[in-house]
C-alpha cells in the first residue's frame, strides 16, 4: 500500500538554525499539510498546500515557516530560524482530494521529531 | 475556535471489554473522522462520519454522531492489547482545506 514518507526521522539542530523536513506523499495525491506534536499534546495543524500554493494556514504557521514542493515528489517544511519551542513532532499528510464535503480521509507520515537544542 | 476536543483523556480497561472514548466539537462540519496513533508513528485513518450519518460501522469500531449536540462517540468492542493506541477525533469546520484534531483519548487495554 502506497504510503508517505519524512525523512529524516529525528532531527537535532542548535537554535538558531534553519531546518528543512522532507516528504514524500503518495504520488497520485493533490492535497499536502503538515501538522505538529508537542510531546503528549495534541496535533496541531500548520498548513495545507493545493496546487503549488498554500490553501490555509494556521496562526503557528508565520513567517518563520515556509513550504515548498520544489519537484514532483517532495514537499518540505522549512523552518528559518529554530526555536526550543520548535521541538516537536511534524508530521507531513497527503490525501486523494478535498477534505471538506468529500470522503478522502489523509494518511500521515510517521513524522520527524525535531529537537531544537 | 478549539475542535475536536476528546474525553477521557486516558482510559484503562481490560481484554475484552467496550471502550467509549467521544468528542466535542463547536463549529458546523461537513464530516468527522477517528484516526489512531500508536506510539511515537504517524496518525492513521480509522473511519470517517459524514454530517448528514448518525452512525458508522467498521469491524469492531462504532461511530456515532450527533449534530445537535456537536459530538461523536467512537466504540471499540471486544477490544485486544493491540488496541492500546491514542485515538484523536479530527472535523473539518465546514472549509475543507484542514482538519482539526484534538488532545485524543489515551487508551490502554491490559491484557
Known amino acids: 500500500e502506497p504510503e508517505v514518507t519524512q525523512t529524516p526521522s529525528h532531527q537535532v539542530t542548535q537554535m538558531g538554525q534553519e531546518v528543512i523536513l522532507r516528504c514524500v506523499p503518495i504520488s497520485n495525491h493533490l492535497y499536502f499539510y503538515w501538522y505538529r506534536q508537542i510531546l503528549g499534546q495534541k496535533v496541531e495543524f500548520l498548513v495545507s498546500f493545493y496546487n503549488n500554493e498554500i490553501s490555509e494556514k494556521s496562526e503557528i504557521f508565520d513567517d518563520q515557516f515556509s513550504v515548498e514542493r520544489p519537484d514532483g515528489s517532495n514537499f518540505t517544511l522549512k523552518i528559518r530560524s529554530t526555536k526550543l519551542e520548535d521541538s516537536a513532532m511534524y508530521f507531513c499528510a497527503s490525501s486523494e482530494i478535498r477534505t471538506g464535503g468529500s470522503n478522502s480521509p489523509l494518511h500521515f507520515g510517521n513524522g520527524t521529531r525535531l529537537t531544537v537544542t | ?111
Open chain 2, 1 to 111: 475556535s478549539q475542535q475536536g476536543e476528546e474525553d477521557p483523556q486516558a482510559l484503562s480497561i481490560q481484554e475484552g471489554e467496550n471502550a467509549t472514548m467521544n468528542c466535542s466539537y463547536k463549529t458546523s462540519i461537513n464530516n468527522l473522522q477517528w484516526y489512531r496513533q500508536n506510539s511515537g508513528r504517524g496518525l492513521v485513518h480509522l473511519i470517517l462520519i459524514r454530517s448528514n450519518e448518525r452512525e458508522k460501522h467498521s469491524g469492531r469500531l462504532r461511530v456515532t454522531l450527533d449534530t445537535s449536540k456537536k459530538s461523536s462517540s467512537l466504540l471499540i468492542t471486544a477490544s485486544r492489547a493491540a488496541d492500546t493506541a491514542s485515538y484523536f477525533c479530527a472535523t473539518d469546520g465546514g472549509q475543507g482545506f484542514s482538519f482539526i484534531f484534538g488532545k485524543g483519548t489515551r487508551l490502554l487495554v491490559k491484557p
